[in-house]
């Protein structure tokens, strides 16, 4: 079930799109700048938000003197300040980077990244911390192969039941690196070890670099790449169950044998579906992205390639929207790329955005909201030969709202790693910006759009006097919250229904005065599966959807 996506695609023609703050519908409410005490390079290269608001990156900063680059984790609260930061220094007093973080809903934060051992070799093992909400240290774990040589990981996650999960690449020795999942308890104990390794036994080339675990079931989804004898290097995505062993392993070797194929990237929805995303070479000695879903059983649904005008396509990113359509964000010929596939697969449309500079447009992170809009961020050419961070809103027909272009204060390369959207609709945008006199600070800012207000006095609220946000969390389990926010005293008639229209709550009905009011409605009994809510004020309504998984 293999459709190829080429030639000439639709697009906006982004490159007459002004990036600026003050004429777009979106304006900054902070910014924050970490710089460590070494004042070398410092970057964020995660970043998570929980529902209180506050904000959590790790990455590696300069500490200078012995103790070289330390593991750096922060916590701000929504105004921007800091809560605390938390560094951490490995026995090898070299390097330590933290590469994914994880909020449970107790606040306490979960990161994991590479850190240089002690030993004589002076190898890399996987490390794993879990800080309290205060900042306190639980536990730390560190993770040495089979073959006390490198090991990287490269994705950490979370299920409902405080279990952490870690992904990447473990080198075994002889048989060279294998793909490899650990799990903890939330007590730090660790419950098992997964090892997968191709066919090829040779060289350093099983790798995985990316993880979702459904929070219910506890099965852990990986992709990345393995050695396969005569096709080479080929997309892997595997599934685990929560006891470690393996339920299905799939294999995609593209149009060309002993070439490099890829897995970057993998979502899930809540029926379980797996969506990976990666490159594969193409019959043209380019590289295309390739985009595949797979049913919770294995059985690929369908699989996609990309190839714009022959040009080298690399993605970076995917999500799925609240409609079950898949975005993927990457590169496509040096420029922004975000790709949009309906649930059945269908091509709908394709965007991509070329910088001020002719240098290489990557999309590093996409968010999406409840309504289905899209945001994209990344590093786009600037002014002379630095990067900038980009920023970009699409709706989700695929047209463009607005773009933010920022330039550090030293106007050299800045570039983000991370987006997020809270429950009230604010963007955050985490990476790394160069300052005058600096090597590269983290780099945190807080968006907010525009939201028009009609106010009178002296009425019941009437059709333009709410704002209904995005409920939250979304998806979830049990129990979610609505934020309501009214200009004017108002009757507010708030129902949830199922996938045949049908009433399953009615969540309020009544007179409530101007200001924000937060509803909760627990699901108890309801199966999982797409909902929909719909408020109604006045005489105007509004409706969006919302995923139950249990």
């Known amino acids: 079930m293999i459709q190829s996506y080429m030639g000439a695609l639709p697009a906006v023609a982004l490159v007459t799109m002004s990036l600026s703050v003050a004429s777009a519908q979106v304006s900054e409410v902070w910014s924050r700048s970490y710089n460590g005490s070494?004042?070398?390079?410092?970057?964020?290269?995660?970043m998570t938000i929980d529902g209180a608001g506050n904000v959590y990156v790790t990455g590696s900063t300069y500490s200078g003197g012995a103790t070289g680059v330390d593991m750096a984790t922060i916590k701000y609260n929504p105004d921007g300040d800091s809560l605390w930061v938390r560094k951490y220094n490995g026995p090898g007093n070299s390097t330590d980077i933290g590469r994914s973080i994880a909020v449970d809903a107790d606040g306490s934060v979960f990161?994991?990244?590479?850190?240089?051992?002690?030993?004589?070799?002076?190898?890399?093992?996987f490390l794993t911390i879990k800080y309290l909400a205060n900042g306190d240290t639980a536990w730390t774990r560190r993770y040495d192969g089979l073959g006390g040589l490198g090991d990287f990981p490269a994705g950490l996650a979370l299920d409902d039941s405080g279990n952490v999960y870690v992904t990447g690449g473990s080198n075994s020795g002889a048989s060279g690196n294998d793909i490899i999942v650990v799990k903890y308890n939330n007590d730090g104990v660790e419950q098992w070890v997964s090892r997968f390794e191709g066919t090829a036994t040779f060289g350093f080339s099983d790798y995985s670099y990316g993880i979702a675990v459904d929070p219910v079931t506890g099965n852990a989804h990986v992709v990345g790449h393995a050695d396969n004898l005569n096709t080479f290097w080929d997309l892997t995505t595997l599934k685990y169950?929560?006891?470690?062993?393996?339920v299905w392993h799939r294999t995609y070797a593209g149009p060309v044998n002993?070439?490099?194929e890829k897995g970057e990237a993998i979502t899930i929805d809540?029926?379980?579906?797996?969506?990976?995303?990666?490159?594969?070479?193409?019959?043209?000695?380019?590289?295309?992205?390739?985009?595949?879903?797979?049913?919770?059983?294995g059985t690929e649904?369908?699989?996609?390639?990309?190839?714009?005008?022959?040009?080298?396509?690399?993605?970076?990113?995917?999500?799925?929207?609240?409609?079950?359509?898949v975005l993927v964000g990457g590169e496509s010929g040096n420029d922004y790329v975000l790709i949009k596939y309906s649930p059945s697969g269908d091509s709908l449309w394709a965007r991509w955005y070329n910088g001020t500079a002719?240098?290489?447009?990557?999309?590093?992170?996409?968010?999406?909201?409840?309504?289905?809009?899209?945001?994209?961020?990344?590093?786009?050419?600037?002014?002379?030969?630095?990067?900038?961070?980009?920023t970009i809103k699409y709706t989700a027909a695929g047209d463009s709202v607005w773009g933010v272009r920022f330039n550090g204060t030293g106007s050299f390369n800045d570039e983000a790693t991370a987006i997020k959207i809270d429950h009230l609709g604010h963007i955050y945008v985490a990476g790394m910006s160069t300052g005058t006199g600096e090597s590269g600070n983290f780099h945190l800012v807080k968006y907010m759009e525009s939201t028009p207000t009609s106010v009178s006095d002296g009425r019941i609220a009437g059709p333009s006097d709410f704002v209904l946000l995005q409920n939250y969390p979304n998806p979830f389990n049990g129990i979610t919250s609505f934020d309501i926010r009214l200009t004017q005293r108002g009757r507010i008639?708030?129902?949830?229904?199922?996938?045949?229209?049908?009433?399953v709550a009615t969540v309020v009905n009544g007179l409530h005065e101007a200001g924000v009011h937060r509803f909760r409605w627990n699901s108890g009994d309801a199966p999982s599966g797409t909902y929909w809510y719909r408020l109604i004020v006045g005489e105007k309504s509004e409706t969006r959807s919302m995923v139950l998984i249990k």
Do not use: H, M
């Not at 714009?308 to 609240?322: H, Y």
């Not at 409840?370 to 961070?389: K, L, M, P, Q, W």
């Open 493 to 503: 008639d708030l129902k949830v229904f199922d996938s045949l229209g049908r009433v």
């Open 111 to 125: 990161v994991t990244g590479e850190s240089r051992s002690g030993s004589s070799s002076g190898t890399e093992d």
């Open 301 to 325: 649904q369908w699989t996609r390639r990309f190839d714009r005008n022959q040009l080298i396509d690399d993605p970076f990113a995917i999500a799925v929207d609240p409609a079950g359509n």
């Open 358 to 390: 002719n240098l290489t447009d990557q999309v590093y992170a996409i968010a999406v909201d409840g309504d289905g809009d899209i945001y994209v961020t990344g590093r786009s050419g600037g002014n002379g030969s630095s990067y900038d961070i980009v």
């Open 241 to 246: 169950d929560r006891y470690g062993t393996k």
């Open 270 to 297: 809540a029926a379980g579906n797996v969506y990976i995303t990666g490159s594969s070479n193409g019959t043209n000695s380019s590289t295309d992205i390739v985009t595949i879903k797979y049913s919770a059983d």
């Open 38 to 46: 070494g004042n070398g390079f410092d970057q964020i290269y995660a």
């Open 258 to 260: 002993n070439v490099s």
